[in-house]
């Protein structure tokens, strides 16, 4: 189902501030700048400002996945309890969030910006 990791979404309140250290400690600028939410391309992956989230609530994380009305579901049917529906937030990304029976909040994206490659079948390592 899981593609990989995504994107990290961190609370920043004071959205200003958060930007430009972000910037200084990236050696970038974000590819997008609105005052409802900033995100920069951090290693291939995304790195988020939410300044409408609450810093107790912590950062949060979206797994990659093909479709995300069909992983929310799966999701749910697999015993995690919606915290958010699946919702279009533009260019065709759809997210959603569920909170696993442990009581952490899992978030699933569809960002057709980013390629498809699932994960390949697991390789040799320790104990393989």
């Known amino acids: 189902m899981f593609l990989g990791l995504r994107t990290v979404i961190y609370p920043a309140p004071d959205l200003e501030r958060s930007k430009a250290w972000y910037t200084a400690l990236l050696g970038h600028g974000p590819y997008f700048d609105e005052p409802f939410y900033v995100g920069f391309e951090a290693g291939g992956y995304e790195l988020g400002l939410n300044p409408r989230a609450d810093p107790a609530d912590g950062a949060r994380t979206y797994w990659g996945v093909p479709d995300a009305a069909v992983a929310h579901a799966a999701l749910l049917a697999a015993g995690a309890e919606a915290v958010t529906d699946v919702t279009e937030v533009g ?27 699932p994960v390949a079948e697991p390789g040799p390592g320790p104990g393989r």
């Open 91 to 117: 260019e065709g990304i759809k997210v959603g969030e569920v909170r696993e029976p442990g009581g952490a909040i899992l978030g699933v994206i569809e960002n057709p910006v980013f390629a498809v490659r």
